[in-house]
T-cell receptor, first 118, second 112 residues
């Protein structure tokens, strides 16, 4: 597709349930990022993939959060035993590398998945 | 100390005036700097990127970078009501693991 696609756009769940959020990046973008944004705050880094591997997962808040990107394209963010504090907008972004293997740092965001945990 | 700091605002400017937004960052190894605009309920949209010291102009927007002072700014000339949004400063560092770190954003209100 032309842009980063995220599904679902809205997810309401109950405390303790399992949730999956999906991200389909811009075609050809090898770098994929997940961020979380709470109301009135800037996006908070969660995890970064380069290809299939998680290059940096230092932003994941605890072991209830996990993300995969098995074929180097679509990524899924998985949250186990959801808590009310997990309520936020989860943003996915992708980025290209320029020919010399450098990262431009220019990220293109999807519209986000709004998660509400009741 | 936060890695990227911005005044949360709101910054209220009359239509047609210049809006001036500031951002400071802590990682001296950062090499790329960005301004994103975020309308309420929408995702961030890249509006400016700057990589070297000095000014960079694009339409009504001018980004300024001073690496020695670890300072980035954004000027919006001839502000329009449609510029009312939150502006996010973001700093990228390859040394820090290709991570883009955002400030908390400055809310700008342009009053007709």
């Amino acid at each position: 597709g032309a842009g980063v696609s995220q599904t679902p756009s809205n997810k309401v769940t109950e405390k303790g349930k399992y949730v999956e959020l999906r991200c389909d990046p811009i075609s050809g973008h090898t770098a994929l990022y997940w961020y979380r944004q709470s109301l009135g705050q800037g996006p908070e880094f969660l995890i970064y993939f380069q290809g299939t591997g998680a290059a940096d997962d230092s932003g994941l808040p605890n072991d209830r959060f996990f993300a995969v990107r098995p074929e180097g394209s679509v990524s899924t963010l998985k949250i186990q035993r959801t808590e009310r504090g997990d309520s936020a907008v989860y943003l996915c972004a992708s980025s290209a590398f320029i020919p010399r293997g450098q990262h431009t740092g220019e990220l293109f965001f999807g519209e986000g998945s709004r998660l509400t945990v009741l | 100390q936060k890695e990227v700091e911005q005044n949360s605002g709101p910054l209220s400017v009359p239509e047609g005036a210049i809006a001036s937004l500031n951002c400071t960052y802590s990682d001296r190894g950062s090499q790329s700097f960005f301004w994103y605009r975020q309308y309420s309920g929408k995702s961030p949209e890249l509006i400016m990127s700057i990589y070297s010291n000095g000014d960079k102009e694009d339409g009504r927007f001018t980004a300024q970078l001073n690496k020695a002072s670890q300072y980035v700014s954004l000027l919006i000339r001839d502000s329009q009501p449609s510029d009312s949004a939150t502006y996010l400063c973001a700093v990228f560092s390859q040394a820090a693991g290709n991570k883009l770190t955002f400030g908390g954003g400055t809310r700008v209100l342009v009053k007709p």
